[in-house]
């Protein structure tokens, strides 16, 4: 059984496109979370949901926008797509919010803008 | 500003050797430590983590890990690699919740 399951896997599309990535967890948890992960590997925050409700908003350009229909999902829209988005989009998620819960990651969805 | 730093970006170990990665970070107050392994082609997975009591943690696959509060650090260690330990290794600390700040990653290549 998938933990967080996102799709698609893989997205290529060109400049000035809008696309969603979808991401949906069966764990229960109450809190997701989107990460970027550059070319160099390095991953940064980029929104956190507690049920529902946005916790973190980490400067990201507003062409990305969170949407969290129920605890269950998050998925990201992206207007506008520059090619600076190429990248891999991992969902999380986590019982709640405190420090000390483990997140679950998943697989990811790499988006290529040409 | 806060930070998490990995000293080592490309680690090349032969296999049976031992490894240490080093991990340090700047922040105040209580943090919460974790590593993370991302094997290839895969979504990353905790290895361990550490938010109280004994300093010295252990995780999945033999690796642990000890957190040293006077030199805010949280290094990992394994005593004997293997081929299949070839990975992407990211520790992260939360200190507020609600994310993880990473590092920016070791990647480690075990040759037979």
């Known amino acids: 059984d998938t933990a967080v399951s996102q799709t698609p896997k893989y997205l290529v599309t060109q400049m000035g496109n809008d696309k969603s990535i979808k991401c949906e967890q069966n764990?229960?948890?109450?809190?997701m979370y989107w990460y970027k992960q550059d070319s160099k590997k390095f991953l940064k925050i980029m929104f956190s949901?507690?049920?529902?409700?946005?916790?973190i908003n980490e400067t990201v350009p507003n062409r990305f926008s969170p949407k969290s229909p129920d605890k269950a999902h998050l998925n990201l829209h992206i207007n506008s797509l520059e090619l600076g988005d190429s990248a891999v989009y991992f969902c999380a998620s986590s019982q709640d919010g405190l420090g000390w819960s483990e997140q679950y990651f998943g697989p990811g969805t790499r988006l290529t803008v040409t | 500003a806060q930070s998490v730093s990995q000293h080592n970006h490309h680690v090349i170990l032969s296999e049976a050797a031992s490894l240490e990665l080093g991990c340090n970070y700047s922040y105040g107050g209580t943090v919460n430590l974790f590593w993370y392994v991302q094997y290839p082609g895969q979504h990353l997975q905790l290895l361990l983590k550490?938010?109280?009591?004994?300093?010295l943690v252990k995780g999945i696959k033999g690796f642990e890990a000890e957190f040293i509060k006077s030199k805010f650090s949280f290094n990992l260690r394994k005593p004997s690699v293997q081929w299949s330990d070839t990975a992407e290794y990211f520790c992260a600390v939360s200190n507020s919740g609600y994310a993880l700040n990473f590092g920016k990653g070791t990647s480690l290549l075990v040759t037979p």
């Open positions: 949901y507690n049920n529902k409700e946005l916790i």
């Open positions: 764990l229960g948890h109450d809190t």
């Open positions: 550490y938010f109280s009591g004994d300093p």
